[in-house]
């Protein structure tokens, strides 16, 4: 079956630093694919970045980054240069593709960011 | 302006009273889904619908059912609300591809008393 893990419950970045949020995942499916959320305290689910398993190249979209590791099965998001309104809540999520249905998706549970001036 | 619309945003109920929450998107997306979202449990998928009349269990459908009569709506009925049901539900909507991102609705809060 199907599983994501975040293993940080919460973290805590100087502003302007780096910081790197885990996520692992758990399939059989050669195909699938992996998204970064953002929800901030208003609410909404903003979506990051997206990686293919079978994209070439790490993704990067603006200050973030996915640092994918198909092998350990690891595709943990990069934030670089930390401002004040990174400080959200940050899901990862998979989606099985390919000749399987895409319909389900599952998210983590997701980590805590609170970004320090 | 695209996007996904849920109603209401806050619900508050009683036990065993019948409800529906809807969901409508005017992307003509073929792909909607349903997830509760609850602490330290992240998002849980409960029903998605790959087309018009195609629906299917997520992860936690138990007290839950959806009907997808039309492409742009994808209402989530509670026949039997219960207290475990008390969470905060999205609506999301997509192109079936799988390297397609959701667009969600605002979160309905749901509280069954």
């Known amino acids: 079956a199907q599983k994501i893990t975040q293993t940080q419950p919460g973290m805590f970045v100087q502003e302007k630093e780096a910081v790197t949020l885990d996520c692992t995942y758990d399939?059989?499916?050669?195909?699938?694919?992996l998204f970064w959320y953002k929800q901030p305290s208003s609410g909404e689910m903003i979506f990051l970045i997206y990686?293919?398993?079978?994209?070439?190249q790490n993704a990067t979209e603006g200050r973030y980054s996915l640092n994918f590791q198909k092998a350990r099965k690891s595709a943990n998001l990069v934030i670089s240069a930390s401002q004040l309104g990174d400080s959200a809540m940050y899901f990862c999520?998979?989606?099985?593709?390919?000749?399987?249905?895409?319909?389900?998706?599952?998210f983590g549970q997701g980590t805590t960011l609170q970004v320090k001036p | 302006e695209a996007q996904v619309t849920q109603n209401p945003r806050y619900l508050i109920t009683v036990t065993g009273k019948k409800l529906t929450v809807t969901c409508s998107q005017n992307?003509?997306?073929?792909?909607m889904s349903w997830y509760r979202q609850d602490p330290g449990l992240g998002l849980r998928q409960i029903y998605y619908?790959?087309?018009?009349?195609?629906?299917d269990k997520g992860d936690v459908p138990e007290g839950y059912k959806v009907s997808r009569k039309e492409k742009r709506n994808f209402p989530l009925i509670l026949e039997s609300p219960s207290p475990n049901q008390t969470s905060l539900y999205f609506c999301?909507?997509?192109?079936?591809?799988?390297?397609?991102?959701?667009?969600f609705g605002s979160g309905t809060q749901l509280s069954v008393l």
């Open positions: 999520a998979m989606r099985e593709g390919g000749q399987g249905n895409t319909g389900k998706l599952i």
């Open positions: 999301a909507s997509s192109n079936r591809a799988k390297r397609e991102k959701l667009f």
């Open positions: 619908s790959m087309n018009v009349e195609v629906t």
């Open positions: 990686q293919g398993s079978y994209d070439q």
């Open positions: 992307m003509n997306h073929e792909y």
């Open positions: 399939t059989s499916d050669p195909s699938y694919g």
